[in-house]
Protein backbone atom coordinates (compact mmCIF):
# COMPACT_ATOMS: atom_id res chain seq x y z
CA UNK A 1 0.00 0.00 0.00
CA UNK A 2 1.03 3.42 -0.02
CA UNK A 3 1.91 5.21 3.40
CA UNK A 4 0.21 3.05 6.40
CA UNK A 5 -1.37 6.08 8.01
CA UNK A 6 -1.35 8.21 4.70
CA UNK A 7 -5.49 8.30 5.07
CA UNK A 8 -4.69 9.65 8.24
CA UNK A 9 -2.47 12.62 7.79
CA UNK A 10 -3.45 14.00 4.29
CA UNK A 11 -6.75 15.53 3.19
CA UNK A 12 -8.12 15.03 -0.23
CA UNK A 13 -7.25 17.42 -2.46
CA UNK A 14 -9.00 17.39 -5.96
CA UNK A 15 -7.49 18.75 -9.73
CA UNK A 16 -8.23 22.32 -8.77
CA UNK A 17 -10.67 24.13 -11.56
CA UNK A 18 -10.76 27.57 -13.34
CA UNK A 19 -13.03 29.82 -12.02
CA UNK A 20 -16.85 29.86 -13.50
CA UNK A 21 -16.49 33.19 -14.79
CA UNK A 22 -13.35 32.85 -16.24
CA UNK A 23 -13.76 29.43 -18.23
CA UNK A 24 -17.02 29.97 -19.55
CA UNK A 25 -14.87 32.41 -21.98
CA UNK A 26 -13.95 29.14 -23.91
CA UNK A 27 -14.05 25.69 -24.83
CA UNK A 28 -11.19 24.60 -22.83
CA UNK A 29 -10.47 22.17 -20.66
CA UNK A 30 -10.77 23.47 -17.22
CA UNK A 31 -9.25 20.99 -14.63
CA UNK A 32 -5.51 21.88 -13.82
CA UNK A 33 -3.15 18.98 -12.45
CA UNK A 34 -1.56 19.21 -8.74
CA UNK A 35 2.38 19.14 -8.34
CA UNK A 36 4.09 15.77 -8.18
CA UNK A 37 4.79 16.13 -4.67
CA UNK A 38 0.51 16.88 -4.29
CA UNK A 39 -0.03 13.82 -5.73
CA UNK A 40 1.74 11.50 -4.04
CA UNK A 41 0.47 12.55 -1.24
CA UNK A 42 -3.12 11.38 -2.81
CA UNK A 43 -1.60 8.31 -3.59
CA UNK A 44 -0.90 7.80 0.25
CA UNK A 45 -3.45 8.12 1.03
CA UNK A 46 -5.18 4.91 -0.67
CA UNK A 47 -5.14 2.22 2.20
CA UNK A 48 -5.07 -0.88 0.12
CA UNK A 49 -8.09 -2.40 1.83
CA UNK A 50 -7.99 -5.97 2.30
CA UNK A 51 -11.26 -6.54 0.03
CA UNK A 52 -11.18 -3.22 -2.14
CA UNK A 53 -14.30 -2.34 -3.35
CA UNK A 54 -13.05 0.48 -5.63
CA UNK A 55 -11.95 -2.69 -8.28
CA UNK A 56 -14.90 -4.55 -7.47
CA UNK A 57 -17.36 -3.18 -10.37
CA UNK A 58 -19.79 -5.23 -8.62
CA UNK A 59 -23.78 -4.79 -9.38
CA UNK A 60 -25.52 -3.59 -6.75
CA UNK A 61 -29.75 -3.16 -7.24
CA UNK A 62 -28.63 -1.93 -10.95
CA UNK A 63 -25.75 -0.11 -10.39
CA UNK A 64 -22.09 -0.38 -10.01
CA UNK A 65 -20.00 -0.54 -7.02
CA UNK A 66 -16.49 0.20 -7.76
CA UNK A 67 -14.78 -0.40 -11.18
CA UNK A 68 -16.42 -2.24 -14.26
CA UNK A 69 -12.68 -2.75 -15.72
CA UNK A 70 -11.12 -4.00 -12.21
CA UNK A 71 -8.90 -1.67 -12.45
CA UNK A 72 -5.78 -2.19 -9.77
CA UNK A 73 -6.48 0.51 -8.11
CA UNK A 74 -4.13 -0.28 -4.95
CA UNK A 75 -1.39 -0.95 -6.99
CA UNK A 76 -1.30 2.21 -8.94
CA UNK A 77 -1.36 4.49 -6.35
CA UNK A 78 0.93 2.71 -4.30
CA UNK A 79 3.18 3.42 -7.23
CA UNK A 80 2.07 7.18 -7.70
CA UNK A 81 3.23 7.67 -3.55
CA UNK A 82 6.68 5.89 -4.47
CA UNK A 83 7.15 8.18 -7.29
CA UNK A 84 7.13 5.07 -9.99
CA UNK A 85 5.18 6.87 -12.54
CA UNK A 86 6.15 3.96 -15.03
CA UNK A 87 5.26 1.39 -13.39
CA UNK A 88 2.07 2.57 -12.22
CA UNK A 89 1.25 3.31 -15.82
CA UNK A 90 1.86 -0.44 -16.56
CA UNK A 91 -0.65 -1.20 -14.02
CA UNK A 92 -3.07 1.12 -15.18
CA UNK A 93 -2.60 0.24 -19.02
CA UNK A 94 -3.30 -3.65 -17.90
CA UNK A 95 -6.81 -3.21 -17.11
CA UNK A 96 -7.98 0.27 -18.80
CA UNK A 97 -7.03 0.78 -22.88
CA UNK A 98 -8.27 4.48 -22.40
CA UNK A 99 -7.22 5.91 -18.89
CA UNK A 100 -7.12 9.53 -20.85
CA UNK A 101 -10.37 9.24 -21.31
CA UNK A 102 -12.15 7.87 -18.32
CA UNK A 103 -9.87 10.03 -16.29
CA UNK A 104 -11.85 12.81 -17.59
CA UNK A 105 -15.55 12.02 -17.76
CA UNK A 106 -15.75 8.59 -15.93
CA UNK A 107 -18.57 9.69 -12.98
CA UNK A 108 -16.23 7.19 -10.26
CA UNK A 109 -18.04 4.68 -9.10
CA UNK A 110 -14.18 3.04 -8.06
CA UNK A 111 -14.41 6.53 -5.36
CA UNK A 112 -17.83 5.65 -4.55
CA UNK A 113 -16.72 2.43 -3.25
CA UNK A 114 -13.65 4.04 -1.50
CA UNK A 115 -13.78 2.62 1.79
CA UNK A 116 -11.71 6.42 3.01
CA UNK A 117 -15.26 7.51 1.70
CA UNK A 118 -16.70 5.66 4.82
CA UNK A 119 -15.68 8.30 7.42
CA UNK A 120 -13.61 10.79 5.16
CA UNK A 121 -13.52 11.81 2.05
CA UNK A 122 -12.46 9.04 -0.87
CA UNK A 123 -9.53 8.82 -2.09
CA UNK A 124 -8.90 11.20 -5.06
CA UNK A 125 -8.98 8.22 -7.86
CA UNK A 126 -10.21 9.45 -11.07
CA UNK A 127 -7.79 12.21 -10.54
CA UNK A 128 -4.55 10.21 -10.32
CA UNK A 129 -5.74 7.95 -13.03
CA UNK A 130 -5.45 10.93 -15.12
CA UNK A 131 -2.14 11.94 -13.89
CA UNK A 132 -0.73 8.63 -14.99
CA UNK A 133 -1.55 8.83 -17.98
CA UNK A 134 -0.66 11.79 -18.81
CA UNK A 135 2.96 11.39 -17.43
CA UNK A 136 2.84 8.56 -19.72
CA UNK A 137 2.18 10.92 -22.47
CA UNK A 138 4.45 13.13 -21.43
CA UNK A 139 7.17 11.29 -20.13
CA UNK A 140 7.63 9.37 -24.37
CA UNK A 141 6.19 6.50 -22.79
CA UNK A 142 3.19 6.41 -24.97
CA UNK A 143 4.97 4.78 -27.90
CA UNK A 144 3.32 2.07 -30.93
CA UNK A 145 3.90 -1.20 -30.02
CA UNK A 146 2.35 -3.00 -32.98
CA UNK A 147 2.50 -6.60 -32.80
CA UNK A 148 4.71 -9.02 -33.96
CA UNK A 149 3.05 -11.52 -35.53
CA UNK A 150 -0.05 -10.69 -37.79
CA UNK A 151 -3.01 -13.64 -38.28
CA UNK A 152 -4.44 -12.10 -41.84
CA UNK A 153 -7.78 -12.53 -40.15
CA UNK A 154 -9.56 -9.31 -40.62
CA UNK A 155 -12.28 -7.55 -38.79
CA UNK A 156 -14.89 -4.77 -39.64
CA UNK A 157 -15.50 -2.77 -36.35
CA UNK A 158 -18.56 -0.64 -37.27
CA UNK A 159 -18.50 2.67 -35.35
CA UNK A 160 -15.15 4.42 -33.45
CA UNK A 161 -16.65 5.10 -29.81
CA UNK A 162 -15.24 4.23 -26.60
CA UNK A 163 -16.33 0.29 -27.13
CA UNK A 164 -15.24 0.33 -30.90
CA UNK A 165 -12.17 1.74 -30.17
CA UNK A 166 -11.52 -0.70 -27.05
CA UNK A 167 -12.56 -3.64 -29.26
CA UNK A 168 -10.14 -2.82 -32.15
CA UNK A 169 -7.67 -2.15 -29.92
CA UNK A 170 -7.27 -5.21 -28.31
CA UNK A 171 -8.33 -7.17 -31.80
CA UNK A 172 -5.43 -5.72 -33.26
CA UNK A 173 -2.58 -6.34 -30.16
CA UNK A 174 -3.92 -10.01 -30.65
CA UNK A 175 -2.37 -9.67 -34.44
CA UNK A 176 -5.90 -9.80 -36.61
CA UNK A 177 -6.46 -6.87 -39.46
CA UNK A 178 -8.89 -4.37 -38.02
CA UNK A 179 -10.35 -1.55 -39.89
CA UNK A 180 -12.92 1.10 -37.84
CA UNK A 181 -16.09 2.73 -40.41
CA UNK A 182 -16.88 5.81 -38.93
CA UNK A 183 -19.77 7.52 -40.65
CA UNK A 184 -18.47 11.45 -39.33
CA UNK A 185 -15.71 12.92 -40.64
CA UNK A 186 -13.41 12.28 -37.34
CA UNK A 187 -13.10 9.16 -35.47
CA UNK A 188 -14.31 8.64 -32.00
CA UNK A 189 -18.15 8.71 -31.77
CA UNK A 190 -19.78 9.51 -28.74
CA UNK A 191 -15.52 10.92 -27.28
CA UNK A 192 -15.27 13.22 -30.55
CA UNK A 193 -18.51 14.53 -30.49
CA UNK A 194 -21.44 13.73 -28.24
CA UNK A 195 -18.97 15.03 -25.17
CA UNK A 196 -18.07 18.51 -25.31
CA UNK A 197 -14.52 19.93 -25.32
CA UNK A 198 -14.13 21.62 -22.22
CA UNK A 199 -14.86 17.94 -20.48
CA UNK A 200 -12.86 16.23 -23.05
CA UNK A 201 -10.55 18.07 -25.26
CA UNK A 202 -10.79 16.12 -28.85
CA UNK A 203 -6.78 16.56 -29.36
CA UNK A 204 -7.01 14.19 -26.50
CA UNK A 205 -8.66 11.52 -29.09
CA UNK A 206 -7.21 12.43 -32.05
CA UNK A 207 -3.89 11.25 -30.04
CA UNK A 208 -5.32 8.01 -29.39
CA UNK A 209 -6.46 7.16 -32.27
CA UNK A 210 -2.77 8.22 -34.20
CA UNK A 211 -0.90 5.97 -31.53
CA UNK A 212 -3.66 3.46 -32.93
CA UNK A 213 -2.79 3.65 -36.56
CA UNK A 214 0.97 3.80 -35.49
CA UNK A 215 0.13 0.09 -34.37
CA UNK A 216 -1.77 -0.66 -37.40
CA UNK A 217 -5.66 0.34 -37.13
CA UNK A 218 -6.97 1.31 -39.97
CA UNK A 219 -9.91 4.10 -39.59
CA UNK A 220 -12.02 4.61 -42.52
CA UNK A 221 -14.36 8.25 -42.14
CA UNK A 222 -17.11 9.13 -43.68
CA UNK A 223 -18.56 5.79 -44.70
CA UNK A 224 -21.96 4.66 -43.64
CA UNK A 225 -23.23 1.49 -44.00
CA UNK A 226 -25.95 1.32 -46.11
CA UNK A 227 -25.35 4.23 -48.50
CA UNK A 228 -21.42 4.02 -48.40
CA UNK A 229 -20.98 0.16 -48.01
CA UNK A 230 -23.59 -2.43 -47.65
CA UNK A 231 -23.22 -5.14 -44.87
CA UNK A 232 -22.58 -7.98 -47.71
CA UNK A 233 -19.53 -6.01 -48.91
CA UNK A 234 -18.43 -5.73 -45.74
CA UNK A 235 -19.38 -9.94 -44.90
CA UNK A 236 -17.54 -11.02 -47.67
CA UNK A 237 -14.40 -8.49 -47.10
CA UNK A 238 -14.18 -9.29 -43.38
CA UNK A 239 -13.77 -12.78 -41.11
CA UNK A 240 -16.21 -11.02 -38.22
CA UNK A 241 -17.86 -7.45 -37.97
CA UNK A 242 -18.42 -6.29 -34.54
CA UNK A 243 -21.05 -3.45 -34.27
CA UNK A 244 -20.52 -0.68 -32.05
CA UNK A 245 -22.92 1.94 -33.23
CA UNK A 246 -24.40 3.43 -30.19
CA UNK A 247 -27.99 4.20 -28.52
CA UNK A 248 -28.31 7.05 -31.07
CA UNK A 249 -32.37 6.65 -31.02
CA UNK A 250 -33.22 9.87 -28.81
CA UNK A 251 -36.11 9.90 -26.07
CA UNK A 252 -38.88 12.31 -27.40
CA UNK A 253 -41.02 14.83 -25.05
CA UNK A 254 -44.66 14.56 -25.64
CA UNK A 255 -46.12 17.76 -25.43
CA UNK A 256 -48.45 19.49 -27.25
CA UNK A 257 -47.38 21.94 -30.36
CA UNK A 258 -43.30 19.79 -30.38
CA UNK A 259 -44.77 18.70 -33.87
CA UNK A 260 -42.81 21.57 -36.47
CA UNK A 261 -41.87 23.56 -33.71
CA UNK A 262 -38.36 25.29 -34.91
CA UNK A 263 -35.66 25.75 -32.43
CA UNK A 264 -36.39 22.53 -30.84
CA UNK A 265 -33.13 20.45 -31.00
CA UNK A 266 -32.29 16.96 -29.51
CA UNK A 267 -29.18 17.40 -27.30
CA UNK A 268 -26.82 15.54 -29.14
CA UNK A 269 -27.12 17.44 -32.02
CA UNK A 270 -26.93 20.52 -30.81
CA UNK A 271 -23.42 19.54 -29.10
CA UNK A 272 -22.46 17.55 -32.41
CA UNK A 273 -23.29 21.16 -34.03
CA UNK A 274 -21.21 22.82 -32.00
CA UNK A 275 -18.25 20.63 -31.45
CA UNK A 276 -17.77 20.29 -35.24
CA UNK A 277 -17.93 23.83 -35.52
CA UNK A 278 -15.40 24.74 -33.17
CA UNK A 279 -13.20 22.18 -34.44
CA UNK A 280 -13.36 23.11 -38.12
CA UNK A 281 -13.55 26.79 -37.66
CA UNK A 282 -13.14 28.20 -34.28
CA UNK A 283 -16.95 28.52 -34.40
CA UNK A 284 -16.33 30.96 -36.80
CA UNK A 285 -18.25 29.21 -40.20
CA UNK A 286 -21.93 29.62 -38.36
CA UNK A 287 -22.58 25.74 -39.08
CA UNK A 288 -24.27 25.41 -35.73
CA UNK A 289 -27.52 26.25 -33.72
CA UNK A 290 -26.11 29.12 -31.55
CA UNK A 291 -28.06 29.95 -28.29
CA UNK A 292 -26.95 33.16 -28.22
CA UNK A 293 -28.88 35.94 -27.01
CA UNK A 294 -31.71 33.14 -26.43
CA UNK A 295 -33.91 32.39 -23.12
CA UNK A 296 -32.88 28.10 -23.17
CA UNK A 297 -34.74 25.53 -21.73
CA UNK A 298 -33.08 22.16 -21.15
CA UNK A 299 -35.22 18.95 -20.58
CA UNK A 300 -33.32 16.41 -18.97
CA UNK A 301 -31.32 16.30 -15.72
CA UNK A 302 -27.93 13.99 -17.05
CA UNK A 303 -24.83 14.23 -17.95
CA UNK A 304 -25.68 15.30 -21.24
CA UNK A 305 -28.55 17.71 -19.84
CA UNK A 306 -25.38 19.34 -18.06
CA UNK A 307 -23.14 19.63 -20.86
CA UNK A 308 -25.68 21.34 -22.49
CA UNK A 309 -26.53 23.98 -20.09
CA UNK A 310 -22.36 24.85 -20.16
CA UNK A 311 -22.51 24.84 -23.70
CA UNK A 312 -25.59 27.30 -23.96
CA UNK A 313 -23.57 29.88 -21.26
CA UNK A 314 -20.41 29.28 -23.27
CA UNK A 315 -22.35 30.75 -26.51
CA UNK A 316 -23.62 33.54 -24.73
CA UNK A 317 -27.42 32.46 -24.08
CA UNK A 318 -29.83 35.28 -22.11
CA UNK A 319 -31.03 32.47 -19.63
CA UNK A 320 -30.95 28.80 -19.04
CA UNK A 321 -33.35 26.55 -17.34
CA UNK A 322 -33.00 23.23 -16.82
CA UNK A 323 -35.97 20.61 -16.26
CA UNK A 324 -36.17 17.19 -14.51
CA UNK A 325 -39.16 14.91 -14.47
CA UNK A 326 -38.00 13.24 -10.65
CA UNK A 327 -37.77 14.96 -7.69
CA UNK A 328 -34.17 16.88 -5.60
CA UNK A 329 -32.18 13.84 -4.57
CA UNK A 330 -30.78 13.92 -1.03
CA UNK A 331 -27.59 15.92 -0.24
CA UNK A 332 -26.37 12.66 1.44
CA UNK A 333 -26.91 9.05 1.36
CA UNK A 334 -29.74 7.46 2.58
CA UNK A 335 -30.49 4.46 4.43
CA UNK A 336 -31.63 2.54 1.68
CA UNK A 337 -28.38 3.60 -0.12
CA UNK A 338 -25.42 2.30 1.42
CA UNK A 339 -21.85 1.97 0.93
CA UNK A 340 -20.42 0.75 -1.64
CA UNK A 341 -23.51 1.59 -3.89
CA UNK A 342 -23.02 4.63 -6.10
CA UNK A 343 -24.80 7.01 -3.97
CA UNK A 344 -28.33 8.61 -5.47
CA UNK A 345 -27.17 12.35 -4.18
CA UNK A 346 -27.43 15.51 -5.58
CA UNK A 347 -24.48 17.20 -6.87
CA UNK A 348 -23.43 20.51 -8.68
CA UNK A 349 -21.93 19.57 -11.64
CA UNK A 350 -19.53 22.18 -13.77
CA UNK A 351 -22.93 23.85 -16.00
CA UNK A 352 -24.95 24.27 -13.16
CA UNK A 353 -21.52 25.55 -10.72
CA UNK A 354 -21.19 28.41 -14.34
CA UNK A 355 -25.33 28.76 -14.57
CA UNK A 356 -25.14 29.96 -10.87
CA UNK A 357 -22.03 31.95 -11.37
CA UNK A 358 -23.44 33.80 -14.46
CA UNK A 359 -27.43 34.15 -13.53
CA UNK A 360 -26.76 33.97 -9.60
CA UNK A 361 -29.40 30.80 -9.12
CA UNK A 362 -29.95 27.34 -9.72
CA UNK A 363 -30.77 26.51 -13.55
CA UNK A 364 -32.38 23.54 -12.38
CA UNK A 365 -36.36 22.72 -11.72
CA UNK A 366 -37.30 19.15 -10.57
CA UNK A 367 -40.32 17.80 -10.73
CA UNK A 368 -41.16 19.45 -13.40
CA UNK A 369 -41.99 18.72 -17.38
CA UNK A 370 -43.06 20.54 -20.64
CA UNK A 371 -46.61 20.59 -21.23
CA UNK A 372 -47.38 22.52 -24.12
CA UNK A 373 -44.71 24.33 -26.89
CA UNK A 374 -45.54 27.80 -28.08
CA UNK A 375 -44.27 29.17 -30.81
CA UNK A 376 -44.56 32.24 -33.22
CA UNK A 377 -46.42 33.63 -36.56
CA UNK A 378 -42.86 32.37 -38.18
CA UNK A 379 -43.25 28.76 -36.60
CA UNK A 380 -40.19 28.79 -34.03
CA UNK A 381 -40.21 28.73 -30.43
CA UNK A 382 -41.38 31.29 -28.22
CA UNK A 383 -42.06 29.64 -24.69
CA UNK A 384 -42.72 26.76 -23.22
CA UNK A 385 -45.61 26.22 -20.53
CA UNK A 386 -44.01 23.89 -17.75
CA UNK A 387 -46.32 21.78 -15.63
CA UNK A 388 -45.01 20.07 -12.00
CA UNK A 389 -45.30 16.27 -12.01
CA UNK A 390 -46.06 13.96 -9.10
CA UNK A 391 -45.31 10.03 -8.70
CA UNK A 392 -48.42 8.33 -8.40
CA UNK A 393 -48.53 4.68 -6.29
CA UNK A 394 -47.02 2.94 -9.45
CA UNK A 395 -44.49 5.42 -9.87
CA UNK A 396 -46.40 6.94 -12.93
CA UNK A 397 -45.12 10.67 -13.30
CA UNK A 398 -48.80 13.02 -13.61
CA UNK A 399 -49.77 16.55 -13.89
CA UNK A 400 -49.78 18.72 -10.88
CA UNK A 401 -53.49 20.62 -11.27
CA UNK A 402 -53.50 24.53 -11.37
CA UNK A 403 -49.25 24.44 -11.49
CA UNK A 404 -48.77 25.15 -15.29
CA UNK A 405 -45.83 28.31 -15.65
CA UNK A 406 -45.44 30.01 -18.94
CA UNK A 407 -41.48 30.45 -19.84
CA UNK A 408 -39.95 32.30 -22.12
CA UNK A 409 -37.79 30.20 -24.42
CA UNK A 410 -36.55 30.95 -27.76
CA UNK A 411 -34.30 27.03 -27.90
CA UNK A 412 -35.17 23.96 -26.40
CA UNK A 413 -33.29 21.07 -26.16
CA UNK A 414 -34.10 17.40 -25.45
CA UNK A 415 -31.90 15.74 -22.97
CA UNK A 416 -34.12 13.07 -21.97
CA UNK A 417 -31.84 10.29 -23.01
CA UNK A 418 -32.14 6.92 -25.89
CA UNK A 419 -34.64 4.75 -26.50
CA UNK A 420 -32.45 2.27 -28.18
CA UNK A 421 -29.83 1.33 -31.30
CA UNK A 422 -30.58 2.71 -34.95
CA UNK A 423 -32.72 0.33 -36.38
CA UNK A 424 -32.04 0.87 -39.80
CA UNK A 425 -28.44 -0.40 -38.85
CA UNK A 426 -30.12 -3.03 -37.26
CA UNK A 427 -32.15 -4.04 -40.04
CA UNK A 428 -29.50 -3.73 -42.87
CA UNK A 429 -27.42 -6.89 -40.76
CA UNK A 430 -30.51 -8.77 -40.25
CA UNK A 431 -30.00 -8.79 -36.52
CA UNK A 432 -32.25 -9.41 -33.93
CA UNK A 433 -33.41 -6.72 -31.85
CA UNK A 434 -34.68 -6.87 -28.24
CA UNK A 435 -37.46 -5.37 -26.36
CA UNK A 436 -34.96 -2.88 -25.29
CA UNK A 437 -34.49 -2.03 -29.08
CA UNK A 438 -30.69 -3.04 -28.46
CA UNK A 439 -29.17 -6.06 -30.62
CA UNK A 440 -30.12 -9.30 -28.45
CA UNK A 441 -27.32 -11.69 -27.64
CA UNK A 442 -27.11 -14.46 -24.92
CA UNK A 443 -26.61 -13.02 -21.66
CA UNK A 444 -23.10 -12.33 -21.06
CA UNK A 445 -22.20 -12.75 -25.08
CA UNK A 446 -21.91 -10.70 -27.64
CA UNK A 447 -22.25 -12.80 -30.64
CA UNK A 448 -25.84 -11.13 -32.34
CA UNK A 449 -28.30 -13.99 -34.07
CA UNK A 450 -26.20 -13.52 -37.11
CA UNK A 451 -22.80 -15.79 -37.39
CA UNK A 452 -20.09 -13.71 -37.70
CA UNK A 453 -21.59 -10.61 -36.80
CA UNK A 454 -21.15 -9.03 -32.82
CA UNK A 455 -22.12 -6.34 -31.00
CA UNK A 456 -20.95 -4.61 -27.85
CA UNK A 457 -21.26 -0.99 -26.08
CA UNK A 458 -24.50 0.94 -26.52
CA UNK A 459 -26.17 -0.74 -29.29
CA UNK A 460 -25.76 -4.03 -26.78
CA UNK A 461 -26.05 -2.72 -23.82
CA UNK A 462 -28.19 0.54 -24.31
CA UNK A 463 -27.24 4.18 -23.14
CA UNK A 464 -24.40 3.61 -20.40
CA UNK A 465 -20.82 5.33 -19.54
CA UNK A 466 -17.63 5.22 -21.53
CA UNK A 467 -16.49 2.84 -18.49
CA UNK A 468 -18.70 0.39 -19.60
CA UNK A 469 -18.22 0.69 -23.05
CA UNK A 470 -14.71 -0.12 -22.90
CA UNK A 471 -15.18 -3.01 -20.77
CA UNK A 472 -18.13 -4.31 -23.58
CA UNK A 473 -15.63 -3.60 -26.23
CA UNK A 474 -12.65 -5.39 -24.12
CA UNK A 475 -15.34 -8.78 -23.74
CA UNK A 476 -16.27 -8.93 -26.99
CA UNK A 477 -12.85 -8.77 -28.35
CA UNK A 478 -12.37 -11.64 -26.44
CA UNK A 479 -15.16 -13.14 -28.53
CA UNK A 480 -14.36 -12.36 -31.47
CA UNK A 481 -10.87 -13.68 -31.25
CA UNK A 482 -12.28 -17.01 -29.81
CA UNK A 483 -14.43 -17.26 -32.87
CA UNK A 484 -11.38 -16.52 -35.41
CA UNK A 485 -9.36 -18.87 -34.27
CA UNK A 486 -10.97 -21.36 -32.10
CA UNK A 487 -9.55 -19.85 -28.57
CA UNK A 488 -8.56 -16.42 -26.73
CA UNK A 489 -5.46 -15.68 -24.99
CA UNK A 490 -6.87 -11.80 -24.15
Known amino acids: MGKPTGFLEYQRRSAPSREPLTRIQDFDEFHEPLSKEERMRQGARCMNCGVPFCQSGMLLHGMAAGCPLHNLIPEWNDEVYHGNARHALSRLLKTNNFPEFTGRVCPAPCEAACLCGLGDAPVSIRDNELAIIESGYAGGWMQPHPPAVRTEKRVAVVGSGPSGLACADMLNKRGHRVTVFEKNDRPGGLLMYGIPNMKLDKRV ?18 IQVGPDISPEELRREFDAVVLCCGAEHPRDIQAEGREGAGGVLFAVDFLRQTTKSL ?30 VGTAIRQGCKSVTQLEMMPCPPVSRTADNPWPEFPRVCKTDYGQEEAIARFGQDPRRYCTTVNRILTGEDGRITAVETVQVKLDEARRTQPVPGSEEILPCG ?7 FLGCDEETAAAFGVELSPRRTVKTEAGK ?22 WAILEGRECAKEVDAFLDGYSNL
Open 446 to 467: YASSIPGIFTAGDMHRGQSLVV
Open 279 to 308: LDSGLKDGNFVSAKGLDVVVVGGGDTGNDC
Open 411 to 417: LLLIAAG
Open 205 to 222: VERRVKLMEEEGVEFRVN
